[in-house]
């Protein structure tokens, strides 16, 4: 019996379990975000390992040092670079956008949250904008990010920029058609991060201006997640 090619297999589960239980505990009040987002991490680690030992596993067969193997060789191959792919990409997210958390696509005078403000009762992170410097580091990493424009008059914008927040899944916490504001909470699928989202509309010469800021209850980097937001948002609208 190929020991080194099961080890391997039960190496790749464990990655793959790792991974399955991180947000989900988090969900269930299990554990804090840090240890969900370690256990991702773990499966990245463990993952890696599966690969090492499953190609060893391999070798040892190609060898005749065993005599089978091979198929449980191949099945934590593919587990172990299912998860460390998966891995790998949100390190790879995590290193390549801006280390904050607040995005917004007016950042010298960013859309205010007034509703929204007891539903973050206790959260990690302050509604209260950043300033000059998280408005260099978004300039740096999103230059693209810019207001949406339609040619509609507000009035008559504000009906469809409710409706696709609605449709972009977002729980509405105010609809206010007076002052032209939307605000709103989403939720992320995996780990059921809850951030927190307003919508301003403004009259221009041609039509509508509309500006969007997207903000994180919780952990410093949003891995790129409320700029993709707001582009979603945006791009949807038009």
């Known amino acids: 019996m190929n020991y080194v ?6 190496l790749a589960v464990a990655g793959v ?15 804090p975000f840090k240890t969900g987002i370690t256990f991702v991490k773990a499966a990245g680690y463990i993952s890696a390992a599966a690969l090492v030992v499953c190609f060893a596993g391999l070798a040892f067969w190609q060898f005749k040092v065993f005599p089978q193997g091979v198929i449980p060789a ?3 191959l593919v587990i ?20 904050i958390h607040d995005i917004t696509t007016d950042t010298e005078n960013p859309p205010l949250f007034v509703a929204v403000l007891p ?13 000059p410097d998280i408005a260099e580091q978004q300039k740096k990493g999103y230059p693209d990010l810019k207001p949406g424009f ?4 507000p009035v008559a914008a504000f009906p469809e920029a409710l409706q696709v927040a609605k449709e972009m899944g977002w729980k509405i916490v105010a609809s206010e058609p007076a002052s032209l504001r939307i605000e709103a909470t989403d939720t992320t699928p995996w780990f059921g991060f809850k951030d927190d989202v307003v919508v301003r509309l403004s009259p221009t010469p041609t039509g509508s201006r509309i500006d969007v800021r997207s903000v994180s209850r919780v952990g410093k980097s949003d891995v790129g997640t409320n700029a ?10 038009k």
């Open 80 to 99: 172990g670079s299912g998860v460390l792919g998966l891995t790998l990409k949100w390190k790879h997210n995590l290193t390549n956008v801006p280390y």
């Open 5 to 10: 090619s099961w080890l391997g297999l039960g």
């Open 74 to 76: 191949i099945v934590g």
């Open 17 to 31: 379990l790792s991974l399955l239980v991180s947000g989900p505990g988090y969900r269930l009040g299990l554990w």
């Open 150 to 153: 339609v040619s509609r008059p």
């Open 228 to 237: 993709r937001r707001i582009t979603a948002y945006l791009t949807r609208l």
């Open 119 to 131: 539903l973050r009762a206790g959260a990690d992170n302050s509604a209260a904008y950043g300033g």
